[in-house]
C-alpha cells in the first residue's frame, strides 16, 4: 500500500512538472523569435480639451446612491464648474468640481454623483480629453435634459483646444495581441 501511494505522488509530480514546463514553452512562443512581443510604433492622437465649464443640476432619487440629471449648462470659466444637487430632505446643495474631484473621501454620499457626473457634460472637467465625455441617457431625468447635453457636447468640444499625442502601440501579434502593453495618462 505504501509502495502504490509513493508511486502516485510521483506520477503526480512528473504530471506537474510536465504541465509547467508546457505551460512555459506555450506563453515563451507567442511572442517574437527572442520571447519578447513586438509593440508596434507609437501612434499620433488628436485630443481635445475643454475650455469652458459646466454647471450640472442633479435631483437626489435615492440617498447616495442614484441620481438623476436635471439639466446643463456651459459657463465660460472652466474652474468655475459646479453641480447643483437637489437632495431628498428638499435642500439643495452647490459643490466644487474642483473640490468633487480632488476630494477621494466619500463624504456628502459623492460616490453616487461621482458615478453619474462621469457620463455627463461635467466629464469635461474630469477627464482632459473630450473623446471619453459621453453623456448617458439613463442618467438624465427625461430625453429632453439629454438631448440638451447631447447638442451642448458640440458647443464645448468647438470652443475646445486640441493637441497631437504620441500615445503607445499595441502588440502586433502573441499573447495580448490588439492590446497596448502599456498604461497611458494624457
Given at each position: 500500500m505504501k509502495k502504490n501511494f509513493i508511486t502516485g505522488l510521483a506520477l503526480t509530480k512528473k504530471i506537474t512538472l510536465i504541465a509547467a514546463v508546457t505551460a512555459a514553452l506555450t506563453l515563451q512562443s507567442c511572442?517574437?523569435?527572442?520571447?519578447?512581443?513586438?509593440?508596434?510604433?507609437?501612434?499620433?492622437?488628436?485630443?481635445?480639451?475643454?475650455?469652458?465649464?459646466?454647471?450640472?443640476?442633479?435631483?437626489?432619487?435615492?440617498?447616495?446612491?442614484?441620481?438623476?440629471?436635471?439639466?446643463?449648462?456651459?459657463?465660460?470659466?472652466?474652474?468655475?464648474?459646479?453641480?447643483?444637487?437637489?437632495t431628498l430632505e428638499g435642500t439643495v446643495d452647490t459643490l466644487s468640481l474642483r473640490k468633487l474631484k480632488n476630494d477621494e473621501s466619500s463624504s456628502y454620499r459623492h460616490s453616487g454623483l461621482r458615478s453619474?457626473?462621469?457620463?455627463?457634460?461635467?466629464?469635461?472637467?474630469?477627464?482632459?480629453?473630450?473623446?471619453?465625455?459621453?453623456?448617458?441617457?439613463?442618467?438624465?431625468?427625461?430625453?429632453?435634459?439629454?438631448?440638451?447635453?447631447?447638442?451642448?457636447?458640440?458647443?464645448l468640444k468647438s470652443s475646445a483646444t486640441s493637441r497631437r499625442v504620441s500615445v503607445p502601440g499595441s502588440s502586433s501579434k502573441g499573447y495580448g495581441s490588439g492590446k497596448s502593453f502599456r498604461s497611458f495618462g494624457g
Open positions: 511572442g517574437e523569435e527572442d520571447g519578447s512581443p513586438r509593440i508596434k510604433d507609437a501612434q499620433e492622437e488628436t485630443i481635445y480639451e475643454s475650455t469652458k465649464g459646466v454647471i450640472t443640476e442633479v435631483e437626489e432619487v435615492e440617498p447616495g446612491n442614484d441620481y438623476k440629471i436635471l439639466d446643463e449648462r456651459i459657463i465660460d470659466e472652466k474652474e468655475k464648474s459646479i453641480a447643483i444637487v437637489h453619474i457626473l462621469y457620463y455627463s457634460l461635467a466629464a469635461s472637467y474630469f477627464n482632459r480629453n473630450m473623446g471619453n465625455v459621453t453623456p448617458k441617457q439613463g442618467n438624465y431625468k427625461n430625453a429632453s435634459a439629454y438631448n440638451k447635453s447631447t447638442g451642448l457636447k458640440n458647443d
